[in-house]
């Protein structure tokens, strides 16, 4: 358990450095965890657990875009932990449930534990047909077509740096209207 | 979109940068202050006789008071910004301007008075003191807000009445510089009554608005 945060602290601090290749690697090693510990929240509140993916794309967004509020001297995990409970609290919420998550949902979790497998996930995709067309088009590019920001800006005629503003605020403005 | 799809994209995304909450409450705050200063100056303004009064230490102590309420209120904010962040050990912060405060009200107990002590509780200014502190601490406290809205709490409701705290303190040192009524006792009940009603808006704002 501490290796595996001081492993994540690590790779954030990359991150965070400017090292997109480490932070692709921590979000990758937390999402198994998230995961996991979504289903067992939605197990606890009586709700079925296929909708677990759309929890754990909304806990990814918000350690997207609120990451600066870590402290790089901090470990990585209970900060995450928090960001992922309040979202799961959040998610269920908006389900009108009575909520009661267990702190220890998160904190003992163990990546393979539950199954693995990537559920489906609707509510991001759908909320990003609602986005202006520009940050739409840059997203869809990007996500889903896997085109790197070079050729994206070439796709469009749009310079690296627009297509750069487009793509960070297409995410605020996914995040914006999960959370409505 | 799956979620390796949008890995990918978070990931593309790595170069951008928020500001610092901090950063971002200061701007904030600094934004919202002219209309609040607009406001004093239009209908309250400095007391004439300031130069004298300044001489009055409890006049001084009024600023020591509201100064440590919104010093403290912006760091036990600025603490509360984040997620994992709880009020142990930051909470005592706040008691810091109570203590000011008590030990103001001790002083002048000990002093001899010219004025029964209810005289100089009830004041002649309670009620624009009850108007005013709250109407100037409007503006700052929706830029307090919008500030922390960049921050990630998760405790919206307890990080928005700080921010009441805040600005009520930033708005009573307008106010303080206007009051006549310069007794601790005064201090203690209409700028605690003003600033608790500035704290329960904000906790309600908060609820709403500090939701990440």
């Known amino acids: ?180 | 979109m799956d979620t390796d799809q949008l890995i990918r994209t978070l990931a593309a995304d790595n170069a951008s940068r928020a500001r610092p909450v901090g950063f971002m409450l200061m701007l904030a705050l600094l934004a919202a202050a002219p209309v609040s200063l607009l406001m004093f100056f239009t209908e309250l303004g400095i007391r004439p006789d300031v130069m004298t009064a300044m001489r009055n230490p409890f006049f001084d102590l009024k600023f020591a008071v509201t100064l440590a309420l919104a010093i403290s209120a912006v760091g036990v904010s600025l603490h509360l910004s984040r997620p994992e962040a709880s009020l142990r050990g930051f909470g005592w912060w706040l008691l810091l301007p109570a203590g000011i405060l008590v030990a103001c009200i001790s002083g002048e107990m000990m002093m001899p008075q010219r004025t029964p002590m209810m005289t100089r509780l009830v004041g002649s200014n309670s009620k624009v003191c009850m108007m005013a502190i709250p109407a100037l601490s409007l503006p700052l406290l929706a830029g307090a807000l919008v500030g922390l809205r960049h921050g990630a709490t998760a405790r919206p409701a307890v990080a928005g009445a700080i921010a009441g705290l805040a600005s009520a303190g930033l708005a009573a040192t307008l106010y303080a510089s206007h009051c006549t009524d310069d007794s601790p006792l005064f201090v203690a009940t209409w700028y605690t009554i003003a600033t608790a009603l500035v704290t329960a808006i904000g906790a309600l704002a908060g609820s709403k608005l500090l939701r990440f």
């Open chain 1, 1 to 180: 358990m501490r290796e595996r945060d001081d492993e994540w602290t690590g790779l954030m601090r990359s991150a965070i450095a400017g090292d997109s290749a480490a932070y692709h690697r921590l979000l990758k090693a937390v999402t198994p965890v998230l995961r996991a510990a979504a289903r067992r929240g939605l197990v606890r509140a009586g709700q079925p657990v296929d909708q677990s993916e759309d929890i754990v794309q909304d806990i990814l967004l918000a350690v997207h875009l609120k990451r600066h509020t870590w402290d790089a001297n901090a470990p990585f995990g209970p900060w995450l932990f928090a960001i992922a409970r309040n979202k799961l609290i959040d998610a269920l919420r908006r389900r009108g449930r009575r909520v009661f998550v267990n702190i220890d949902d998160f904190a003992e979790t163990l990546p393979g534990e539950a199954p693995a497998e990537t559920a489906p996930a609707s509510e991001v995709a759908a909320q990003l047909q609602s986005l202006p067309a520009r940050q739409r088009d840059v997203l869809q590019s990007i996500a889903v077509d896997s085109v790197s920001i070079k050729d994206t800006a070439a796709k469009f005629s749009m310079s690296e740096g627009a297509v750069r503003v487009a793509l960070h605020r297409g995410l605020a403005s996914l995040t914006a209207k999960l959370r409505e």
